[in-house]
Structure formats: structure tokens, C-alpha cells
């Protein structure tokens, strides 16, 4: 029950995989048949696989006939894939998209200097040196957690901590197994149940490294209509589980489980296939994570930081380090 784990090749031949991507785009036009073919392949998927089995009110099968004579009308490959892709967004959701062959080698050709803005950070704050600030910019980071590990290993040595920050704002999701593990740092057994068009997996995890030393510690998240998806199931599950203070603005509300299908000529499908409920069976989906104190969404990080040291009945002026 894990097929929807994303699936990112990380490669050691990035330049030639960018020059394989240009490649792509110049290919003379698919043939009329693999026009078809491919159409066929793609709105077959969705059929068989989309965890909306009413397609959110479109008419799958008149799509498909709008879409099929679409096709053979244009005029090269980059029209072809738009046109498909086209045919995916009229769903309306904010997960499924399909992707050209150029668009789909890009997403798999990126190097540890693309990643490491989006590594979690972990800091004390400078007028109140117990209070753990935890950015995660995203859990599009297979080992997340364990840098997460490192870096409160480096602080937790530099004596008590007193509560925890976790600033999610902005984030806009990523592995699904990633932000599990991270949440294991604060919440450990079952964490929710996820559910497909083949049945549901309770979500379980183990106590993570410093679980001990933070447990039973007051928690508040940051959000914004920024956050989505995985990062929207944490915040939610710290809120439900740890009786996380969620400060900011209400969430996306976009936690569909996406997988991804690759298709003989290069292109991509990542389709909403699955979804998550917490615990107590309630869902996010559409309805976003509800901050307990709303913030403006254009207010500074200090104006954060100052909401979160009085929800947690701390006022000593807020200024990271």
C-alpha cells in the first residue's frame, strides 16, 4: 500500500540528461496512432485509478472525445503534451498534472545544490534560547529526517528546551514516507489512516532518535495558504496528537497521495490516487488545517515568532538568531 511514494530518479549524469530534454522537445510530431495511443493510455489511468471515481463532476468520457480530436489537430509535440495536460487540469485538482518528456527528465535531473535551500534548519531563539525554532521549507527531501537529527543533535546539547516551533509555512508538501519520519521526532504509533480505491493502511511510526528528549514539550506550527499537502498532514497530526498551538492562515487543503506513471515515449502522469484521514477520521482535504491564532499572511517571521511566545505564555521579545 505504498504505490504512492513519489518516484525521483536522482542521477549522477545531470548534464547529459538536460541536453537528452532538449532533445525531446525537437523530436519530429508523434504519428497520428501514438497520438492516439498515448491520450488513450492517460484518460485510461485516470478511469481506473483516480481516487475521484466521479471525476469531480467531469464527464470522463465526454472528455475523452473532446480531447482525442484535439490531438490530431496539432501541430507539434509541445502543442500534443499541452493539449493532454489540458485534458488532466479540467479535473480540477491541485495534485494531477501530466508532463511533456523534457518537463519530466528535468524533474528527475537535480543536484544536491537544488536541494540544500530546502534542508530543515533548527535554531534557538535569541531572546528566549529554550525555544527550539524548526524551519522545513519541504519534505520533497528523501533524508529529511535525518538532517533534521543532526541539526538537533548540534542544539539539544546547548542545554534545556522549554517548547518547540515548526515553521511550515510555505511548504508546499513533498514524500509522504519523509514527513512520517520526521514526525516521529514528536508523535509516535499510529499517526492516521490512508485510503485508495483498493482499501486503507493505518500510518504508524516508531519513536524517532529524540523523541524522548522533546516529548510531553509544548508545540506550535506555522502555517499559511502556502502549506499544502504533506506539510498540511503534519501540522494536522501535531495539532491532533500533541495538542499543537497552529498559528498563521488556514492551509491549501490539498492533501490528495499522488503517484507517479511513466509512459513508453518520456512523459509523466502524476495522478491523485489516494488521500489520508487522521486519526479520528476527520479529513483536510478541501477544508485546510484551521490556525487557533490567525496572522496576517504578509506579517514578518518576528510577528510569528511574537504569537507563538504568547501562546505559549512566554513574552520575552521574539528575534531569531
Sequence with gaps: MHRHLFILLLSLFTFC?????????????LSTLERKGLLNEVWSLVKDEYIYTDFRGLDWQEARRV?????????????????????ILELGDDHSVYLSPWSACQEDSYSDEDVAPYEPTVKRLESEPSVLYIDIPSFNIYDADLILDTQLRRVLQRGRVRAVMIDLRHNYGGYLDTAYNVLSTFVRGRLGTEYD???ETAVRREPG????????????????????????????????KRDAIIIGQTSAGNTEIVYPFDFSDGSRLWLATGGFQLDDGTSIEGRGVIPDVVIDKVAEESVYIEAGLEALGLTARAESQ
Design 17 to 29: 540528461l538536460a541536453q537528452t530534454c532538449d532533445v525531446s522537445r525537437a523530436k519530429a510530431l
Design 67 to 87: 480531447y482525442l480530436k484535439r490531438v490530431l489537430e496539432v501541430k507539434n509535440n509541445e502543442e500534443f503534451y499541452t493539449t493532454v495536460d489540458q485534458m
Design 197 to 199: 480505491l483498493y482499501g
Design 209 to 240: 532518535l529524540y523523541y524522548r528528549e522533546l516529548r510531553g514539550i509544548p508545540i506550535v506550527v506555522f502555517v499559511d495558504a502556502d502549506t499544502h499537502s504533506a506539510a498540511e498532514l503534519v501540522a494536522g497530526i501535531l495539532a491532533q
